[in-house]
């Protein structure tokens, strides 16, 4: 064998491990892409329907959502009313009865004045000016007595 048969085997031999190893590259390389092709089938199929049930779901809160805003205008009307009505509740009655109460305050105190006026004189002085057997005028209202 010549110098040129060896080298030729030694090539024949290079591309031979070369043509196996990207053979069992591209074996790979195509269990790959068949697994991943599998896979967006997969998530193709699932989405599909979770994509419907979430369309369904954005459409439900929409029409609750206009539910809710005819229900917050009618309670703002609602309210916008409550407070017109009691303005006018308070305008109309307040003053009135105001002076209804003033007047029956003043009713009473008249009675009660007049019911003191029918007790005996003596015994409002001596309520008023009782004397307290122990007890001494403090020194202030003692000097305001003698100067």
């Known amino acids: 064998m010549t110098g040129g048969e060896v080298a030729g085997i030694l090539v024949a031999v290079f591309w031979a491990i070369l043509v196996s190893f990207l053979a069992v590259v591209l074996v790979r ?3 790959t892409l068949k697994a991943t092709t599998k896979l967006v089938a997969d998530v193709t199929e699932q989405a599909v329907p979770l994509l419907a ?4 779901t954005v459409r439900t809160a929409q029409t ?16 916008s009313n409550a407070s017109a009505l009691s303005s006018t509740v ?13 007047f029956g305050y003043g009713v009473r105190q008249a009675m009660s004045r007049r019911g003191a006026e029918s ?20 020194a202030a209202r003692r000097r305001n007595k003698k100067g």
Do not use: C, H, N, W
Request: cysteine-free; hydrophobic content about 40%; charged content about 25%.
């Open 29 to 31: 390389l195509a269990q």
């Open 53 to 56: 049930d979430a369309s369904a």
């Open 64 to 79: 609750q959502l206009e539910r809710v805003d005819s229900i917050a205008s009618d309670v703002q009307e609602v309210t």
């Open 90 to 102: 308070a305008s109309t009655f307040g003053g009135p009865l105001v002076k209804v109460a003033a």
């Open 119 to 138: 007790a005996p004189r003596q015994e409002r002085r001596g309520e008023r000016g009782s004397v307290v057997v122990g007890r001494t005028v403090p």
